[in-house]
């Protein structure tokens, strides 16, 4: 094998393992359909930021952006369930406008069912479901020691 030839295999090696521990840390992510849909918006959006759509668009990518890399919405880098989905409340009344709410999803995360909800804060958490059209009273809420809040 050639000085150069071998060179090169072993720059190829090295990015393929740097590549691979990237992706065990989470810091990479392929995700087809992601990178679709920003595609689209990109290729179809007017870059007018003083079109309010366009202000949406832009802090929907962003918010999204946020939730799958940022720590504080994650409960295993919290700690807690509870403190994770009460990032996740504030965080979205916080960046995105009042319309996008309702159509927007918020991975909360919840106990046995989808009507038990952890939370730390009753009143965040009935607001933010008032909000999105949902009926805080048929909803159950538990703190970090698994204690019943209602």
Do not use: C, H
């Amino acid at each position: 094998m050639r000085r150069f030839d071998k060179k090169i295999n072993i720059e190829k090696v090295n990015l393929l393992a740097e590549e691979r521990f990237l992706k065990s840390k989470n810091l990479i992510n392929e995700n087809i359909d992601e990178v679709n849909m920003y595609e689209t918006y990109l290729t179809e959006a007017k870059y007018d930021l003083n079109d309010d759509n366009e202000v949406g668009e832009v802090k929907r990518m962003l918010y999204n952006l946020a939730l799958e890399n940022l720590p504080q919405f994650n409960s295993s880098k919290t700690g807690s369930k509870a403190i994770s989905n009460d990032n996740k409340v504030i965080f979205t009344t916080m960046i995105l406008p009042k319309g996008f709410l309702s159509s927007t999803y918020v991975p909360l995360d919840y106990r046995s069912s989808d009507y038990e909800i952890w939370t730390n804060n009753v009143e965040l958490m009935k607001n933010y479901l008032m909000s999105i059209g949902k009926n805080p009273d048929e909803y159950t809420f538990f703190d970090d020691k698994n204690k019943q809040l209602n």
